[in-house]
Nanobody, 126 residues
Framework: QAQLVESGGGLVQAGGSLRLSCVVS????????MGWFRQAPGKEREFVAA???????????KHADSVKGRFRISLDNAKNTVYLQMNSLKPEDTAVYYC????????????????WGQGTQVTVSS
């Protein structure tokens, strides 16, 4: 059974940056799909980014259109940790961010992830 623990959330001004981390135990992060989702107040949880298929130091990534060019998912196989680097943050990025792991490569569908973290709050002030 996998366990995921997110960290790195906080309060930041618009235009700032944050890096979220997700430490995975009970499952090798490089051999499964790893994803980030977020849920803003009053909204449904939505896909942010995913990565999978690690071979050596190369892996595939996928990002939601709303974050392309600003956010970047990355994977540290040695630390079994997945990161989400968030730059040029906007107030609309305010949400609870969740890390998840699943078996479908680079999936953007919540139903295809079987383990989830507790989430970390990101608040972007204008």
């Amino acid at each position: 059974q996998a366990q995921l623990v997110e960290s790195g959330g906080g309060l930041v001004q618009a235009g700032g940056s944050l890096r979220l981390s997700c430490v995975v135990s009970g499952r090798t992060s490089s051999t499964y799909s790893m994803g980030w989702f977020r849920q803003a107040p009053g909204k449904e949880r939505e896909f942010v980014a995913a990565c999978s298929g690690m071979v050596g130091n190369t892996y595939y990534t996928k990002h939601a259109d709303s974050v392309k060019g600003r956010f970047r998912i990355s994977l540290d196989n040695a630390k079994n940790t997945v990161y989400l680097q968030m730059n040029s943050l906007k107030p609309e990025d305010t949400a609870v961010y969740y890390c998840a792991t699943g078996r479908v490569p680079n999936s953007d569908k919540q139903a295809e992830y079987d383990y989830w973290g507790q989430g970390t709050q990101v608040t972007v002030s204008s």
